[in-house]
């Protein structure tokens, strides 16, 4: 599980670092919302995606259809939204908002962030807890034999001295 934690993470700092590049050469433009396509959610909840057109910096007319729906629309048809555009490739614009622009690194690495620090810890902590569990449960007999105390010395019984001290014969 931490490794998939790892690729989360990972993909999110992926997508971060392409959004950053993204940013840099990126040009901002008014856009006007010319429509508001309607889509169902997961859960069935009407969502909104703004359809809006912009002129780029040779004076082309661009028209998008965003990737992203919301409730409540980031705005009614005739209203001016602020939008970031590639100049080579002026059909791969963005609204300029924070979720349009780090929203899916975002969500991607800090998913994959949060798990791997709940996962670690976890991990950690159960760790932790067998290994004393499994101290506590070992049997007396079972430490290393340095902890074990010397036995006593028993000297082995001296056969000369038992035949001279008064035996039969």
């Known amino acids: 599980l931490c490794g998939m934690c790892v690729l989360f993470m990972f993909v999110g700092a992926v997508v971060a670092i392409f ?55 980031p705005g009614e048809v005739g209203d001016k939204i602020e939008i970031l555009y590639d100049p080579a490739d002026p059909k791969h614009a963005i609204q300029n908002t924070f979720f ?6 975002a969500i991607f690495g800090g998913l994959g962030a949060f798990y791997f620090i709940v996962f670690g810890a976890v991990a950690f902590f159960t760790g932790r807890h067998l290994k004393k569990k ?36």
């Open 100 to 105: 349009d622009i780090w929203g899916f690194p």
């Open 19 to 73: 959004r950053w590049n993204y940013l840099k050469r990126a040009i901002t433009a008014q856009a006007t919302i010319t429509n508001l396509i309607e889509r169902k959610s997961d859960d069935g909840d009407t969502l909104y995606a703004p359809v809006y057109v912009f002129t780029d910096q040779p004076g082309q007319s661009v028209k998008i259809i965003s990737s992203t729906a919301s409730f409540p629309p």
């Open 134 to 169: 499994g101290e506590q449960g070992a049997a007396p007999n079972s430490r290393p034999p340095s902890q074990f105390p010397s036995p006593p010395v028993i000297p082995p019984p001296d056969s000369q001295r038992s035949s001279s001290s008064g035996g039969c014969g």
